[in-house]
């Protein structure tokens, strides 16, 4: 092993606050750490504002007092974008505030890998534009792996990832497409060496969720996978995004069931070492 380079990282449960946006920022906090959570994804849309660093303040020392890291911050700026630099500002500000390493940003809307050609360039500029002004800034960014967007398709987002000649950019990963496991643990690893954090969610499509557990034959392999550093090179976060009727007591039972499947793997490691 080279001096530096790791063979493992640890992955860690964690939550995105958006699977219970029904809930105050304070009881999402109350719930990851009754939960066994690690860390938790802020979202821009509800429970922590752009413009509110003096909120993110209270809540990053909330988190703290819990023992919970504040692992991202979850907007929702779209790259190619007219008023996306406008936007942006204040996004700092709070990331700052919060305490976060990453940001998540997301590719303009509807615009895809089959769009016409100057779509996809003003996506790739957008991208080009806000990613230094991101990590100029200290931190990792890290774009949304969604399909209606520019990253629908590994190849997509793996070519975009090419193409933007920053060290601190990376993907996040989730199983946004149709597919067999073998497919979609190939397809994640088409990806792997750039991918910071993953989603995680069970269903058929976002009206038809099920617990976590439902969809343990591709968690599992992918959590195995994830513990390869890649050039991210740092213990990453399993965040669950979605749950089951949005209950807060499925979000609990599905972290049980994911922080099983972690300390499997991590007893996997430590036998190996």
Not at 16 to 28: G, K, M, P, T, W
Not at 215 to 226: A, D, N, P, V
């Amino acid at each position: 092993m080279a001096d530096g380079m790791r063979e493992s990282v640890a992955v860690r449960p964690g939550v995105c606050s958006i699977a219970l946006r029904q809930l105050s920022s304070d009881e999402v906090v109350r719930l990851a750490e009754s939960s066994g959570a690690a860390g938790i994804e802020w979202g821009a849309d509800v429970h922590v504002p752009p413009g509110d660093a003096a909120g993110a303040e209270r809540l990053a020392e909330r988190c703290r007092d819990a023992g919970i890291e504040c692992v991202s911050y979850g907007t929702y700026l779209q790259a190619g974008t007219a008023d996306v630099l406008h936007q942006l500002g204040p996004v700092l500000d709070v990331a700052e505030a919060l305490g976060v390493g990453n940001i998540r940003i997301w590719g303009e809307l509807g615009i895809t890998p089959d769009a016409a050609s100057d779509e996809r360039r003003r996506v790739v500029d957008g991208v080009r534009a806000v990613v230094p002004l991101i990590t100029g800034r200290g931190f990792t960014a890290s774009l949304e792996y969604h399909r209606q967007t520019i990253t629908a398709t590994a190849e997509s987002a793996a070519a975009l990832l090419r193409q933007i000649d920053d060290p601190r950019f990376f993907v996040y990963w989730q199983p946004d497409g149709p597919g067999s496991v073998a497919d979609l643990v190939a397809e994640y690893r088409s990806v792997a060496a750039r991918v910071s954090h993953l989603h995680l969610f069970a269903w058929r499509s976002y009206e038809d969720r099920y617990p976590l557990v439902a969809w343990r034959y591709l968690w599992r392999e992918i959590l195995r996978h994830s513990r390869e550093p890649g050039l991210w090179g740092r213990d990453r976060f399993a965040l669950i995004e979605h749950v089951k009727d949005d209950r807060p007591e499925q979000l609990a039972a599905d972290l049980a069931t994911l922080t099983s499947w972690l300390s499997v793997r991590q007893t996997e490691g430590e036998n190996r070492s």
